[in-house]
């Protein structure tokens, strides 16, 4: 891509970024002071001033951080079980939080400081050398268990500070990496976690993916300093040198000329920036709750002719907090092949230069576009793209895809997705796992629903790879439908904002559920989507649940409403401070009228709670009569008239045809 512009912008509005000096690592030992900005920009027009803008504490720590190398260099070496508050904010960088198991706590010791660690997973691949590491890692170093994630990540939970260099570097050295799994920079990139050998555009959302994930990560080295004292490991993957040349490339002002950080500064982002990449109507990773997403779009043959592009999704919220709010990607429009990286770089350069630093909780790129509105942020964009975006072309419906049980790859094997509750990989299931990863010598795909599939598997081995995990893993043929569309965030007791459980908390809670649909009649095969988490940050998505749990409180929850089974449509809250031991009396209502006032057996959960509008959902919750069981009741006969005339009133009224019924027959006794 070059320059299209054939008079110049004029005089470039400096950057947010530059009120403040920049140090440019020119070596460990070699570095100083330089002023950084960049170049060649057309922004809006603004009066000048020399007034600096607030800024959060975290940013003042990333600017001072030399790159994110100090304090944390300093902090891991000393005697102390955690690092200082400033390497709090660090460390996230290098994909680990420092966290405090808030039930191992000692009167004498104090907070019992544990280390997470987050790898770098694009797209959910998972080498079979790396799966063996991760493993093993869990065990020698980690809690025992593996977490796997709804960005389709691995996380390692339970490292003390001494081994965190040993585990760091273990990865690095087996081909992983947690380089940019947290903190203030593009974060794992999202693809659906297919199997499929013959099928193009699958294999270019993979592809893509991992591109995506090398054009916008961290290039300081920063990172290997850190966790390899300076020694940049080389793997066998070279990066693709059009991902090289279009980051180096500056024509429109998205890069910081001399800088060791080209795309990101010494400042970083203003938060987090997460990409999920899909094909047309596969809608396996929740694509639109993404800041990017983009679909890849393929010509008659399955070739890729170019890409449509969304932009400003995000889950996390606060309580109590109204400018703060879930919401999903809209269309940007439709770029060609060539030109993906650069929107990409231009997308984030708009987000880095103009997002809110001064509160974090304004920082995530859906409030500049809520602010602006889509039309000022596409101009904006597009002068850093150096060109206009095309029009954004027609998608068809999304459908949910899991990818759960067996199918086929298309080259004459087969995959397994395994369902794993909550993403918990422990105990002898994990070992099970092991072995036949082992032992067949299996690639793996994590999805962002927290599950496991197994790739390349010989038919031949079919039934010892079920017969071996079925002791396990629920077998999803027939698996509780409503248990595998379910999801949980880890909560307590490791996660500092958790103030509910999730992980733990969520088996029972699908079990009351289940028990709860067969009191008012509706049988085993109807489900819908359920997700929990402990805070409102939103790591498990219920926003998009069709029920959801969002924790508000100890075993206090707010309930969240209307999610579509596809995954395209925002749940609303429906009510806060829902205690746990009153989940039965607050949902009976639902679910029965649920039953007796759904379209038909089709319509789910949630488009029923869409339709009917909460409005009518809370007058029939409030003057809700439990019915005695329909199997004890005596049939009646009535006239077709009489009958016609009760359905009028049950329809005018909101209520089933018993109701009406028996109301009128106490009217008149």
Request: proline share 6%.
């Given at each position: 891509m070059k320059p299209m512009r054939t008079k110049g912008p004029g005089p470039a509005r400096a950057s947010p970024l530059v009120h403040v000096s920049q140090r440019a690592a020119r070596s460990r030992r070699e570095r100083k002071s330089v002023r950084l900005a960049p170049v060649n920009v057309a922004m809006p027009k603004r009066p000048p001033t020399t007034?600096?803008?607030?800024?959060?504490?975290?940013?003042?720590?990333?600017?001072?951080?030399?790159?994110?190398?100090?304090?944390?260099?300093?902090?891991?070496?000393?005697?102390?079980?955690?690092?200082?508050?400033?390497?709090?904010?660090?460390?996230?960088?290098?994909?680990?939080?420092?966290?405090?198991?808030?039930?191992?706590?000692?009167?004498?010791?104090?907070?019992?400081?544990?280390?997470?660690?987050?790898?770098?997973?694009?797209?959910?691949?998972?080498?079979?050398?790396?799966?063996?590491?991760?493993?093993?890692?869990a065990t020698d170093f980690g809690n025992g268990t593996l977490r796997l994630t709804t960005r389709q990540t691995y996380q390692l939970h339970g490292v003390l500070k001494n081994d965190l260099k040993s585990v760091f570097s273990t990865i690095i050295k087996s081909m992983g990496s947690?380089?940019?799994?947290?903190?203030?920079?593009?974060?794992?990139?999202?693809?659906?976690?297919?199997?499929?050998?013959?099928?193009?555009?699958?294999?270019?959302?993979?592809?893509?993916?991992?591109?995506?994930?090398?054009?916008?990560?961290?290039?300081?080295?920063?990172?290997?300093?850190?966790?390899l004292d300076g020694e940049k490991f080389l793997t066998a993957e070279r990066e693709d040198p059009k991902v090289t040349a279009d980051r180096a490339f500056n024509g429109f002002g998205t890069n910081f000329e001399g800088s060791p950080e080209p795309l990101y500064g010494a400042q970083f982002l203003p938060r987090k920036f997460k990409v999920a990449i899909t094909v047309p109507g596969d809608n396996s990773i929740d694509v639109l709750t993404n800041d990017v997403a983009v679909v890849v779009m393929t010509d008659d043959d399955g070739e890729v002719t170019g890409y449509n592009i969304l932009t400003g999704g995000g889950m996390g919220r606060t309580h109590n907090n109204q400018s703060t709010f879930p919401t999903l990607t809209e269309p940007l429009g439709y770029v060609d092949k060539d030109d993906i990286y650069h929107i990409m770089k231009a997308i984030l350069a708009t987000q880095r230069d103009y997002g809110r630093r001064d509160d974090r909780r304004q920082s995530r790129l859906k409030y500049l576009i809520h602010s602006w509105g889509m039309d000022k942020f596409r101009m904006v964009v597009e002068q850093y793209f150096g060109k206009k975006v095309q029009p954004?072309?027609?998608?068809?419906?999304?459908?949910?895809?899991?990818?759960?049980?067996?199918?086929?790859?298309?080259?004459?094997?087969?995959?397994?997705?395994?369902?794993?509750?909550?993403?918990?990989?422990?105990?002898?299931?994990?070992?099970?796992?092991?072995?036949?990863?082992?032992?067949?010598?299996?690639?793996?795909?994590?999805?962002?629903?927290?599950?496991l599939i197994l790739c390349d598997i010989d038919p031949s081995i079919k039934d010892e790879i079920q017969s071996?995990?079925?002791?396990?893993?629920?077998?999803?043929?027939?698996?509780?439908?409503?248990?595998?569309?379910?999801?949980?965030?880890?909560?307590?007791?490791?996660?500092?904002?958790?103030?509910?459980?999730?992980?733990?908390?969520?088996?029972?809670?699908?079990?009351?559920?289940?028990?709860?649909?067969?009191?008012?009649?509706?049988?085993?095969?109807?489900?819908?989507?359920?997700?929990?988490?402990?805070?409102?940050?939103?790591?498990?998505?219920?926003?998009?649940?069709?029920?959801?749990?969002?924790?508000?409180?100890?075993?206090?929850?707010?309930?969240?409403?209307?999610?579509?089974?596809?995954?395209?449509?925002?749940?609303?809250?429906?009510?806060?401070?829902?205690?746990?031991?009153?989940?039965?009396?607050?949902?009976?209502?639902?679910?029965?009228?649920?039953?007796?006032?759904?379209?038909?057996?089709?319509?789910?959960?949630?488009?029923?709670?869409?339709?009917?509008?909460?409005?009518?959902?809370?007058?029939?919750?409030?003057?809700?009569?439990?019915?005695?069981?329909i199997t004890q009741l005596p049939r009646v006969g009535v006239e077709m008239e009489a009958f016609e005339k009760l359905k009028e009133i049950a329809e005018r009224d909101n209520k089933t045809l018993s109701e009406v019924v028996s109301e009128a027959i106490r009217k008149l006794t």
């Open positions: 007034h600096i803008a607030s800024r959060s504490k975290v940013e003042i720590i990333k600017e001072r951080s030399d790159y994110l190398r100090h304090p944390l260099l300093e902090d891991l070496v000393d005697n102390k079980p955690n690092v200082s508050n400033d390497s709090v904010q660090l460390i996230k960088f290098h994909g680990s939080y420092m966290q405090d198991d808030r039930e191992a706590r000692g009167l004498v010791i104090g907070k019992a400081y544990q280390f997470m660690l987050r790898t770098r997973q694009p797209g959910g691949f998972v080498s079979n050398k790396l799966y063996l590491t991760m493993d093993d890692l947690t380089l940019g799994a947290c903190g203030d920079v593009n974060r794992n990139i999202l693809a659906p976690p297919h199997p499929y050998k013959n099928r193009k555009d699958y294999q270019h959302c993979q592809e893509l993916a991992m591109n995506i994930a090398d054009l916008l990560a961290p290039q300081s080295g920063a990172y290997y300093d850190v966790w954004f072309k027609p998608l068809p419906k999304w459908e949910h895809k899991n990818y759960l049980g067996w199918g086929e790859q298309g080259d004459g094997n087969l995959y397994y997705g395994v369902f794993v509750y909550s993403g918990r990989l422990k105990g002898e299931g994990k070992k099970m796992l092991r072995h036949l990863i082992e032992k067949h010598n299996l690639t793996v795909m994590i999805s962002a629903e927290q599950n071996s995990l079925d002791p396990f893993y629920p077998n999803y043929e027939t698996a509780d439908k409503l248990m595998t569309s379910s999801m949980a965030c880890p909560a307590l007791p490791l996660c500092g904002l958790a103030v509910a459980e999730a992980e733990r908390g969520l088996p029972g809670v699908n079990e009351r559920l289940r028990a709860l649909m067969t009191k008012v009649g509706l049988d085993s095969s109807t489900s819908f989507v359920v997700r929990m988490t402990g805070c409102p940050n939103g790591c498990a998505r219920p926003y998009m649940a069709e029920l959801g749990f969002v924790g508000d409180g100890p075993n206090s929850y707010q309930i969240w409403l209307g999610g579509a089974p596809n995954h395209s449509r925002l749940a609303e809250p429906f009510m806060d401070k829902m205690k746990l031991d009153k989940m039965e009396e607050t949902l009976e209502p639902l679910f029965y009228f649920y039953r007796t006032r759904r379209l038909n057996a089709e319509e789910s959960f949630g488009d029923f709670c869409a339709r009917m509008g909460f409005d009518v959902l809370r007058i029939y919750q409030k003057s809700y009569v439990a019915p005695p069981s």
